[in-house]
């Protein structure tokens, strides 16, 4: 199967626009292929506002997302492959998602079988 996280990015990108919120996104800035100004990154990070009054001609795409926005008052070009989101929330209030390296379980090649682990219940008193 593909990857759900950019289904996930489209859908809560919007739900946060619909709750007149600004959304984040927190991108690791040593990916491959990520290309945003790494000087306004720390520790490998960066944070980036991907409201509709911040970025122009917004793409989310299944493979990467990509727009223009001002950093320091020049006007740059900004391209994140998928794998490097590592959240998306609302600036307002934190909530979104967060995204784990392995979200998808093993690689389609991984003969690795999956053994989900049974639910049990607990008396408690």
Known sequence: ??????????????WILDNTMTPYLLVDIEGDG????????????IVLNVSPQAVEGLMLSNDAIGFRARFGGIATDVYVPIDSVLAIYAKENGRGMVFNEDEEGPAPDDPTPIHPRRPSLKVVK
């Open 1 to 14: 199967m593909t990857t759900s996280r950019p289904y996930l990015i489209r859908a809560i990108h919007e």
């Open 34 to 45: 990520v290309d945003v100004p790494r000087q306004h990154g720390q520790n490998g990070k």
